[in-house]
């Protein structure tokens, strides 16, 4: 009982860490530009090699994890319209799309008002070839290997 206790308690570290406010938010994001700066300053190779691994590493995760989200979606979809065919379910489409009408316009209110700063990404990118380079490169391969 004290093992799952501690793993109880360890779990829920993890998530306070990587979960949490703006500010907790604002800290990720400086971490994380951290990191590249202290990665921009290296040679071609060395920022090639990093971005390399970086990109591998995150097309294989997005593809096992695609895998597994699309086929538990699609299963869950299939679920609901043999449960909806058969009858064990009704239901009721006026309400669904007078609430989701609502959520659809706020949505694309709350999309217009993300204001991306494409400048500072153009200007990242076009300072550290190598590393983007390296990383849509190691990206292709981490998919190509999943």
């Given at each position: 009982?004290?093992?799952?206790?501690?793993?109880?308690?360890?779990?829920?570290?993890?998530?306070?860490?990587?979960?949490?406010?703006?500010?907790?938010?604002?800290?990720?994001?400086?971490?994380?530009?951290?990191?590249?700066?202290?990665?921009?300053?290296?040679?071609?190779?060395?920022?090639?090699?990093?971005?390399?691994?970086?990109?591998?590493?995150?097309?294989?995760?997005?593809?096992?994890i695609g895998?597994?989200?699309?086929?538990?979606?699609?299963?869950?979809?299939?679920?609901?319209?043999?449960?909806?065919?058969?009858?064990?379910?009704?239901?009721?489409?006026k309400r669904?799309?007078?609430?989701?009408?609502?959520?659809?316009?706020?949505?694309?209110?709350?999309?217009?008002?993300?204001?991306?700063?494409?400048?500072?990404?153009?200007?990242?990118?076009?300072?550290?070839?190598?590393?983007?380079?390296?990383?849509?490169?190691?990206?292709?391969?981490?998919?190509?290997?999943?």
């Open positions: 009982m004290a093992k799952l206790d501690d793993l109880l308690e360890d779990a829920q570290t993890l998530l306070a860490r990587y979960t949490g406010s703006g500010d907790e938010e604002e800290s990720r994001r400086d971490r994380i530009l951290s990191y590249v700066t202290k990665i921009s300053p290296k040679t071609p190779g060395g920022q090639a090699a990093a971005g390399g691994v970086a990109g591998c590493l995150s097309g294989y995760l997005l593809m096992k895998k597994t989200a699309a086929f538990s979606i699609g299963t869950a979809l299939l679920g609901m319209q043999l449960a909806h065919y058969y009858g064990y379910v009704k239901v009721d489409w669904i799309h007078k609430d989701l009408g609502h959520r659809g316009t706020e949505f694309i209110r709350r999309s217009r008002a993300v204001d991306l700063d494409q400048k500072s990404i153009i200007d990242f990118v076009v300072q550290n070839v190598p590393l983007t380079g390296g990383f849509a490169g190691g990206f292709l391969i981490g998919v190509a290997f999943s």
